[in-house]
């Protein structure tokens, strides 16, 4: 059973360009958040998701951030126009249900130059 | 609840010796929490978790203690050894999860 997958591991982007971060959960996990992470400091929560259905995007900026878990495939975590600040650690988890163990990815590395 | 914008709080350990890391969390309504370890470049992962019915959790090598009255939350590393150099989280998980600053553990040899 393959643990939580995050595709790519670095990402490298021209301002204005977009990002499009994914991750594909533990097998039966139906939920996922994803989080960002500068270096050196903790894990702000930008977005929580079940298939098909955003239940808390409290921490997503609302412009140029997007974030969608389909049916079937990964969860997409979408930047467009990145820009210099969006540089950071992009981390998913998933979990069965909500208030349960989460396992983490590997993280999405974008850099912006 | 969380901590953004902050750096790392660091502990720093004598190989060998046990290892007290602490947590402070805002929901008085949480109800489940998780420690989680963060290793340099790598994503966080799961320790031990604990639910707000208990006291007290064992596993190996790591005990974790709530405090509901003050909403506290410690990590306990027995014997700490230097694989356990990183960064522990502590995380309220209500649904959405929310993470603590994170400390910083250094083990000395």
């Known amino acids: 059973n393959a643990g939580v997958m995050q595709n790519p591991r670095h990402l490298v982007r021209r301002r204005g360009q977009e990002a499009r971060l994914r991750c594909s959960p533990m097998?039966?996990?139906?939920?996922v958040y994803w989080y960002r992470q500068l270096p050196e400091e903790g894990l702000k929560f930008m977005v929580y998701?079940?298939?098909?259905?955003?239940?808390?995007e409290s921490g997503m900026p609302k412009e140029r951030f997007s974030a969608e878990f389909p049916k079937e495939g990964p969860s997409i975590l979408r930047i467009q126009q990145v820009v210099r600040g969006d540089s950071a650690a992009y981390f998913c988890?998933?979990?069965?249900?909500?208030?349960?163990?989460?396992?983490f990815g590997q993280g999405t590395r974008l850099t912006v130059v | 609840g969380e901590s953004v914008g902050l750096h790392l709080p660091t502990l720093s350990v004598q190989e060998g010796d046990n290892s007290i890391i602490n947590c402070a969390y805002s929901?008085?309504?949480?109800?489940?929490f998780i420690w989680y370890k963060q290793e340099s470049g790598k994503g966080p992962q799961f320790i031990i978790d604990i639910r707000s019915n208990m006291d007290k959790r064992q596993g190996q090598r790591v005990t974790v203690l709530l405090n509901k009255t003050v909403k506290h939350l410690s990590l306990q590393i027995a014997a700490t050894q230097p694989g356990d150099s990183a960064v522990y989280f502590c995380?309220?998980?209500?649904?959405?999860?929310?993470f603590g600053a994170g400390t910083r553990l250094t083990v000395k040899p």
């Open positions: 929901n008085s309504a949480s109800d489940y």
């Open positions: 097998k039966g996990h139906s939920h």
């Open positions: 988890a998933s979990c069965l249900q909500g208030g349960t163990e989460a396992f």
């Open positions: 998701l079940q298939k098909e259905n955003i239940i808390d």
């Open positions: 995380a309220e998980n209500n649904n959405d999860m929310r």
